[in-house]
Structures are given as C-alpha cells and as structure tokens.
C-alpha cells in the first residue's frame, strides 16, 4: 500500500519516562506505516533539556512557529525530587509554559468521548471544549497584608495623569490585592476561541462576572463580542453556530445541564479550575486531551493532558508489561496530521486522522482497553497492555483503503 505523502513537516517533540516509550511505539505502529512524512525532532527528555541548559525547548518552540503543526509527548517539569534524581543543574521551568510563552497561545482542553466508558456526568454525551485565558488576574497579583487600622488605595500613575481609588478604609488587620489584564491578551484570547470553534463548528461561550466587576469583567465581553461582530459572525452564522456571552454562575448550571458540543472561554481562573472539573467528570486523563493554538488560528501544538505516568515508567523500568492508556497520545497525533492536513489541503492526511481517531473509539467501544478504562467499565471488562492495545489498532488500520 503506498504511503501518505505529508509534504510539510511536523514537529516531533518527545518527552520522558512511559510516556516517551508509548510515543515510540505509536509512531512506529501506526503513524510511519502510513505516511511519508518528515519529523523534525527535538528530544526535549529532562537529560537533553539540562545538557542544552534547556535551549533545546526554546529551539522546539521556534521550529513550531516556523512550521506551523508541532506534536508533543509529555515531559517532567522538575521539582526538587527530580532535580536530585536527575543531577539537574538547576529546576527549569515548565516545557509547557516556555513553548506557550513563545507561541502566544491558548490552551484548548477536550475529553475523548466513548459511549462504553462510564462518565461521572452521565449524559455529557459530546465533549466540552475549555478555552483557558491563562494570562493575568489573581496569576499576576500583587498582594499585602494588612496589619492595622489604615487606607488601601488603588493608584494608577502614567505622565499625564494619575487615578485613584480608595479600595477600603481599615479598621483593624486584613488582606488586599490588586490584579491586572491587558486588551491586547484579551483580543488574542478571542482571535484563538473563534478561530477553533470554526474549524470544529461548534458554538462559543464565555463566562465572567460581569455584574459585579463592571469594568474588569465588562471589558472581556465588548472584546469579545466587537470581534464576533466584526470578524466572525457571518462565518459562525454560515455554519449554523453562535456565540454568547453568559454569567458564570448561569453558565456552570447551564455545564450540568446540557450534553456538551461547544467550547466554553474562561477567565483565568475559571479554566484553571473547570479544565480539572471537566477531566473528572469526563473520567480519564488517558482520554484527555490539549491544544496549544495561535490567536490566527494557523500554528498549534497538541498533547495528551496527562503527564509522563511515572508509576508505570518504575513498572516498565523493571522489566514488566504495562497497561498504560495510549489513546490521548493518538489524538494528539490524530490532531496534529488533521492541522495539517487542513492546511495544505490534505484530503488523503486528513482522511487518515479522521479514520483513526474512528478506529481508537471503535476499539473501545468494543471492549478493547487499557487498565484505568477497564476499571471504570466494570470487574467483568478485560483489560490489554498497551501493546496489545497497539497491536489490535493497527491490524485495523491495515484493512483501510488509504
Ligand atoms: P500523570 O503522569 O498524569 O499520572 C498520574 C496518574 O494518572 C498515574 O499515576 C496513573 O494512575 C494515571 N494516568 C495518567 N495518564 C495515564 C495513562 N495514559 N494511562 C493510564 N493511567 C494514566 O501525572 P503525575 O504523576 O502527577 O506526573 C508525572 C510527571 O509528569 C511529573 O514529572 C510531571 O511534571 C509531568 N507532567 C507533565 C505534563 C505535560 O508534559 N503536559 C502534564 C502533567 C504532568 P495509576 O498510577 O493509578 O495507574
Ligand atoms: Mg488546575
């Protein structure tokens, strides 16, 4: 069978521990079987950051921007265990953060849905999308205490003028803070949100609280429906999907109620917390993934959400099978050919990633799983290693007409 040719390339970023074995054997199985493509790899293992004095993962990031598709397998971020365990030179920041930093993107998380698989919320039957504003607010405060009786006072200073604003008149001990954002990081929020519910055709909507913080809060939602208004309306209307803005709390409500099939914009904040609430109620991190996506839309990094599965690394370390979920690693594979695909107008790629994201759900909802979905369905379902997993993947592949 003649292979896919992929003309542009993709960034291949590999990462640590067992999600770094289960990377190996997904390319090897199921993706270069099948496409003649060129990898552009930078092996960002904790060894290779430390040796680069983390310079390697500035260089995946840039290649990323240059090329437009990067796919990235977990790495550690190293605290103070893994700093001695490593012999690092010091304790480099979050690959993440740097390559998200670079990029100026959104963090876009979204659950694989499998009938078979119970969720805690029974009928979130198609995914949310959580679109995480991870810039500013109580991430970039500034706080005091207060010790006794006195004034808090926000104060803004430029050349030409000064703005002041008693923020309370203390009478005994507190606390205080003040926090900001910028329109700028804002409009890209927005660009990034709309730009991703077009190529999904889903509908958007952003939450905040708008009726207390009447400026702060406010100032999100005129950014968000200028830009709706002026750019994306008509191609959101085209597609039959719609954008609006919700009061959080009627917006968490509106979570529970509904089955899913949108992306939902959060502050800050927020997406810190519902991205947690959305993986557990969903019920895996082996079925969770993430896009890291530009505010135009055209550059993106996908990943599985979890990270490297240390405690079946010290399994495999030890010379045993494991069964570690490799499903979210997949999709973001799947993820990153379909960017591709669909920007160089693929049709082939593009029919490869949609098939093979069919295939992985199919093969769950027949009753072939790893151990953590196992668990869930029930004592009577079977469970595979992962590389069984792999095996029955590909074998169907196989029988495709690419
Ligand atoms: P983790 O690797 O996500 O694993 C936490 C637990 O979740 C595992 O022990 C395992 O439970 C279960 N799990 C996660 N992914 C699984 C999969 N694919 N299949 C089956 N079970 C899975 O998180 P962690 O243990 O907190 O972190 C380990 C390392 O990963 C850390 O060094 C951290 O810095 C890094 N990390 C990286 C990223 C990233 O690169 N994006 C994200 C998060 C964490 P059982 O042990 O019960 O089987
Ligand atoms: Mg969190």
Known sequence: MPKILVKKPVVDINGDEMARVIWAKIKKELILPFLDISLLDFDLKI????????????QAANAIKKNNIGVKCATITPDDNRVNEYNLKKKYPSPNGTIRKILNGTIFREPIIVKRIPRIVDHWNKSVVIARHAFGDIYQAKEIEVKKKGTLILNYKSAKETVSEVIHEFDSSGVGLAYFNLDNSIRDFANACFNFAINK??????????????????????????????????KFQKNNIEYQHRLIDDMVACFMKWSGGYLWACKNYDGDVMSDLVAQGYGSLGLMTSILQTPDGKTVETEAAHGTVTSHFRQHENGKETSTNPIASIFAWT???????????????????????KICIETLESGYMTKDLALMVGPNQKWLTTDQLLKVLQSKILKLNL
């Open 335 to 357: 993820k990153a050919l379909w960017f591709r695909s669909n920007l160089d107008k693929n049709n082939r790629l593009k029919k490869f990633s949609e098939n093979l994201e």
């Open 47 to 58: 060894s290779n950051r430390d040796i680069t004095n983390d310079d390697i993962t500035v």
């Open 201 to 234: 055709k889903i509908p958007v909507f952003l939450s905040t609280k708008n009726t207390i913080l009447q400026k702060y809060d406010e100032r999100f939602k005129e950014i968000f429906e200028d830009i709706y208004n002026k750019k994306f309306k008509k």
